[in-house]
């Protein structure tokens, strides 16, 4: 989408207001119910595309990863208030700085944003005298959004105010929330409505048939989770349970809607994994991965979002490669990978990393899946050419992370530590960074990279239907689906004698490798209630290269300052205090 010709659009149509109704006679600039918008079929799908720029864009400088198990950010130390809310359960309903001001569009007020603005364009152009197969499709468009933020509210606050109407400031606004079942059906109704008025195939960074089968796959998957059937055990006394969970029903029903759901996306037939299944080496398993994300659309891709690099260029603009990348380049290292996730990619053969086995402990970046390749930048990884000003101290443009013994028994900082001679503040607590999703061809202290947000894809979807099946005991099923993924990433089928609990923690640990940093974990750990077990201190490593030795020593360490401490109210977001004073029937969430 062009953001420069949605504003030069939207600008027209207050000019046009102006100018149609008198100089002073001015409509309000956040309301566009002028007849002029919706008697003109380029002002509707103008109006249509603001919705879309209401999307919550994944590249943000605090990634929602960070406030996982497998990432933290390195501002947890300078600015703890920006972390503490949600890794050591600080969530306050007074808090002026919520967590979520971090993520743009991603908050209780941007989100219901969103919703008026999709309810609005329902209410204008069902009155107005547009039509035809492009309205149809807008239609459908606008239902999918609608679908979308809520699933937000829903993954985030449980079941929410269900509004589908464009409320005007005068009217009653005081509207209780809907149970978590309601909330559901909503969504799944809009989803359906969608996948009837859409297009099966089209532009990806529009909605299509496939989006919206996508995503009603994804909620239906977490309508069958642990969190959302728990009938809020895990907060005693809270009296409205059905504000945050199923409390009857068939939940065997609801892995099987999930499942079907998901197969409907893999039956279109349109959608196929980057790459194919049958990588030719390793090397080639690892390239196929990192293309996926430096590819502006592939066979993979079912929806994408670019964010407004032209209008917006302030210090936050997304800029993956400037945010995420080693100091040693000038970049600011955050979102860096923490151990227990890194320990989590298996070996090449398929079996566990184990730090107590010396062979893997005395090279633990050798011979494992070729995805951490792809995803993490670890002291040895060959990385781009060094900026002018450091490249006379690394020709070969290698990460170093490690700290070199010199003669009188000091040690020298590798480029690409926190210690570095050239960026003493921005290095990783970890001893990693992310390679994930970042361009080497680009040089990211002076230009910015422009590729999209992989909303959702494919393999999200085979994921979605390996769970719902090992839910329902359709283990080979789900050996047959999960195996695809494997091979693509040049990995060995799961063996056919796995099962049960073992086959859902090799399900779960496939999901975190596959859609790391895609802004799933942050969901996965709170719907299948492990979060109290993985939330753990985090942990990075020290790197040692004894005085003449090419070969390091390894030690896993914690970072102090970045502890997790999980409390069961942190299974949901609080609703300000701000709305609560707003709506008198809002009831607020467990444990606040």
């Known amino acids: 989408m062009n953001k420069q010709k949605n504003i030069l659009i939207l600008t027209l149509i207050l000019l046009f207001t102006a100018c149609s109704d008198g100089f002073l006679n001015v409509q309000p600039q956040d309301r566009y119910s ?80 969103n919703v008026r603005a999709c309810n609005v364009f329902f209410e204008n152009i069902e009155n107005s005298e ?60 809009d ?75 893999i039956d279109l037939g349109v959608y196929s994994l980057h790459g194919g299944t049958n990588p030719a080496s390793a090397e080639e398993a690892t390239e196929n991965y990192i293309n996926i ?69 005395t090279a633990p970046y050798e011979n494992r899946d070729p995805r951490f390749y792809a995803t993490v930048l670890y002291d040895g990884a060959d990385w781009r050419e060094r900026p002018d000003d450091v490249a006379a101290s690394d020709p070969e443009g290698v990460i170093q992370t490690g700290f070199f013994e010199n003669e009188d028994g000091t040690y020298t900082p590798g480029l690409d530590t926190r210690q570095s001679p050239f960026e003493d503040w921005n290095g990783t607590y970890s001893g990693y960074y992310l390679r994930k999703f970042i361009d080497p061809s680009i040089d990211h202290q002076y230009e910015r990279q422009n590729l999209p947000w992989r909303q959702m894809r494919y393999a999200e979807v085979l994921l979605n239907y390996v769970e719902a099946s090992i839910e ?26 796995e099962s049960g609990a073992d086959l ?9 490798i596959e859609l790391a940093y895609e802004q799933h974990r942050f969901f996965d750990i709170r719907r299948w209630m492990i979060a109290p077990d993985v939330l753990l201190d985090a942990r990075g490593v020290d790197i040692r290269y004894p005085y003449g030795s090419d070969t390091p020593t390894y030690t896993v360490i914690d970072i102090g300052f970045m502890t997790r401490d999980w409390k069961d109210k942190a299974y949901f977001l609080p609703i300000l205090l701000d709305e609560l004073n707003r709506n008198d029937l809002l009831i607020q969430n467990p444990g606040y």
């Open 504 to 512: 859902m923690d090799r399900y779960r640990n496939e999901r975190k």
């Open 472 to 497: 329902l005991g359709q283990e080979a099923e789900a050996r047959q689906y999960l195996n695809m993924i494997r091979q693509r990433a040049g990995m060995p089928d799961v063996p056919a004698t």
């Open 130 to 189: 547009l039509e035809g197969p492009e309205i149809e499709r807008l239609k459908g468009e606008v239902h999918f959004l609608r679908a979308y933020n809520y699933y937000y509210l829903m993954s985030l606050f449980g079941g929410v105010p269900i509004i589908d109407q464009p409320y005007a400031p005068t009217d009653d606004l005081a509207v209780p929330r809907g149970t978590l079942e309601e909330t559901v059906n909503f969504i799944v109704a």
């Open 293 to 361: 994300f430096l590819n502006h659309s592939t066979q993979e891709d079912i929806f994408i979002s670019y964010y407004d690099n032209i209008n917006r260029t302030d210090w936050q603009t997304p800029d993956p490669g400037l945010h995420y990348g080693p100091n040693g380049y000038h970049n600011w290292g955050n979102n860096t990978p923490l151990q227990r996730f890194v320990d989590s990619y298996e070996m090449i053969d398929g079996s566990e990393f184990d730090w107590n086995n010396e062979e893997h402990s």
């Open 34 to 113: 002028d007849a002029a918008v919706w008697s003109d079929q380029a002002l509707a799908t103008a109006f249509v595309n603001d919705i879309y720029m209401g999307l919550h864009y994944g590249f943000q400088v605090e990634m929602l990863d960070s406030f996982s198990d497998i990432s933290m950010t390195k501002r947890a130390e300078t600015l703890p208030i920006v972390t503490s809310d949600l890794t050591e359960s600080y969530l306050s309903i007074l808090d002026p700085n919520h967590w979520l001001s971090s993520f743009e569009n991603l908050n209780w007020n941007s989100l219901y944003e």
């Open 191 to 265: 989803l359906d409505a969608a996948a009837n008025l859409l297009p099966l195939t089209g532009d990806k960074a529009r909605a299509t048939q496939g989006a919206a089968m996508t995503l009603k796959s994804r909620v239906l998957l977490y309508a069958a989770s642990d969190l959302f059937n728990s009938g809020a055990s895990w907060s005693s006394g809270y009296s409205n349970p059905e504000l945050v969970s199923y409390t009857g029903g068939d939940r065997t029903a609801r892995w099987r809607a999930a499942q079907e759901a998901a197969k409907a996306v």
